[in-house]
């Protein structure tokens, strides 16, 4: 996607002080500074999945499948396979619910499986670039297929603009390009529909305040910023036509893990019959599990991203403020699960079914 002009995916490598560079955009200081930071071991790798330079089912994918790259040009000479299997714990335990890191770490497995050292280094550079590649090119997909839905909409509409609401981040930004949720917005607005979309701000990181909101405005898309609560008084008033999310991990049977309040969202949606559909590529899927709620694991974070916001000041100035008594406690879980029963359909690169076991094997008959 363009950021100012120039076109940039959210993780690449460039030739930087003569050597080849894994690099990617800093999302912890959107929307105010758009920096990019440089990932040169292993440590620079778990460090920017866990404190969530990179975040996004897909992006923590791809930038795990990079760091396989790195651990491997990195290790020492002597303990390679030792130094690569405590790499791959090490990024594997960073985050535990999107199902896209653990994925991507395993299909480095196996194309590394067997070879030395430089091999290794060169296959495990041609995975990364295939999964990254891969990544962007579903999103794509995703988005021509979200766009038929939409386009039907519009056309009920006569005309007037399609309002979409969507909750946290599953644009570009939460991938490689694209995104999966706001990829069919960008396919629609591109297309020329008239669309307008409601951006949740998503406390307790705010990842649609700081980055939907910031993407959609670079690529001109009209939005609104909404209080995390609104989407109910919405949807009762009749401005909300449809509801797209991201995921970071469906079950076989059509559970759908995302950023917490997201099941609140789906229980408005059903009691108002808004349509509610959820985003995804295949790499999201998890085959093993059947039922989310109990099954997926669900991340706590530490309770200070509840207590205390950051922002910029009327002086410009980046500050953080406690937002409650400095010794109340806070639990911080980053997501919660969506069951399949309230979901109305997954848009996927393959196209869109029903979230369910039958629908989904529908798509995917070689997960039967
Ligand atoms: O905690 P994050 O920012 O990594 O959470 C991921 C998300 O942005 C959302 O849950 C998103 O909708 C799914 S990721 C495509």
Redesign the pocket.
């Known amino acids: 996607m363009n950021v100012n002009g120039r076109h940039y995916r959210t993780i690449w490598t460039e030739e930087r002080g003569g050597e080849e560079t894994l690099c990617i955009i800093d999302q912890t200081a959107l929307p105010h500074e758009f920096r990019t930071i440089e990932l040169k071991t292993v440590d620079d790798v778990c460090r920017a999945i866990r404190d969530?330079h990179v975040?996004?089912?897909?992006l923590?994918g791809a930038a795990a499948a990079w760091g396989v790259w790195v651990a491997a040009r990195t290790a020492p000479e002597g303990d390679f396979s030792g130094f690569m299997a405590e790499s791959m714990g090490k990024m594997r335990a960073t985050?535990p619910t999107?199902s896209n890191l653990a994925w991507a770490l395993e299909r480095q497995k196996k194309a590394l499986a067997g070879l030395g050292r430089k091999d290794a280094v060169a296959a495990a550079h041609a995975e990364a670039q295939a999964i990254a590649d891969e990544d962007a090119s579903f999103c794509r997909r995703i988005g021509e297929h979200g766009l038929a839905i939409i386009r039907e909409i519009a056309a009920r509409k006569g005309g007037k603009p399609v309002h979409i609401l969507t909750?946290?981040?599953?644009g570009w930004l939460?991938?490689v390009d694209y995104g999966?949720?706001l990829s069919p917005v960008y396919a629609a607005f591109d297309a020329g529909i008239p669309v307008h979309v409601w951006v949740d701000e998503t406390r307790p990181?705010n990842?649609g305040a700081s980055l939907t909101a910031w993407e959609l405005g670079m690529h001109g898309v009209p939005h609104d910023l909404v209080a995390d609560n609104a989407g109910g008084h919405l949807m009762q008033h009749g401005m909300v036509d449809m509801v797209i999310?991201?995921?970071?991990r469906v079950t076989r049977r059509g559970d759908a893990a995302?950023?917490i309040g997201?099941y609140l969202k789906a229980l408005a949606a059903y009691d108002n019959t808004v349509p509610f559909y959820v985003a995804l590529p295949s790499s999201t899927f998890d085959f093993a599990l059947s039922d989310g709620v109990r099954e997926i694991p669900i991340e706590e974070r530490k309770a200070d991203e509840v207590r205390v916001m950051s922002g910029l000041s009327e002086k410009g100035a980046l500050e953080r403020v406690l937002i409650c008594p400095q010794k109340t406690p806070a639990r911080n879980w980053?997501?919660d699960v969506t069951p399949a029963r309230l979901i109305t359909g997954l848009i996927t690169e393959r196209g869109v079914c029903e979230a369910s076991e039958k629908g989904i094997l529908s798509l995917y008959p070689e997960q039967a």
Request: aromatic share 8%.
């Open positions: 969530m975040r996004g089912a897909g923590i985050r999107a909750h946290c981040n599953a939460a991938f999966s949720a990181r990842q999310t991201g995921t970071d995302n950023k997201t980053a997501f």
